[in-house]
């Protein structure tokens, strides 16, 4: 979201730290799109989909969603060289988000001391959030 925010009120994107996030404004004409997913459960890494191939690496499947949407023909053994470059994007995220665990590139949680919303019970605006 903060790259859209930012490109839509002509801000800076901070360049001192990880932005994951992708500038959606000109998504509407036909502007950049996400080409890569990463499928988690928890902490594991599911799959990843790079463009139109998705990888399963544990279970060694690889499908062609642009043909095979409900994923029903592995191509596995046909794409050797998707495959490889599939697995040497896992490498990348695995030294960043890991595969199986947290990797160095996670975040922490953040956390508010004390937090408070910004309407009271009472249904007023509190102090500190009025404009």
Known sequence: LLPTVAAMTGAK???DRIIDGMDLSQLD???PQRQEFLYYRGLKLEAIRVREW?????RLELYNLEDDIQEKH????QH????????????EVDADLGLDKLGK???ALG????PQPAISF????RPEYRP
């Open 54 to 58: 998705k990888l399963f690496p544990d």
């Open 122 to 125: 009472e249904g007023e605006i």
């Open 29 to 31: 004409d036909g502007g």
């Open 80 to 91: 050797p060289d998707v495959v490889m470059l599939l697995r040497s994007r896992l490498e």
């Open 105 to 107: 590139g996670v975040r």
């Open 111 to 114: 956390k508010v001391d004390q």
């Open 74 to 77: 592995n191509v596995y053994e």
């Open 13 to 15: 994107v901070p360049d």
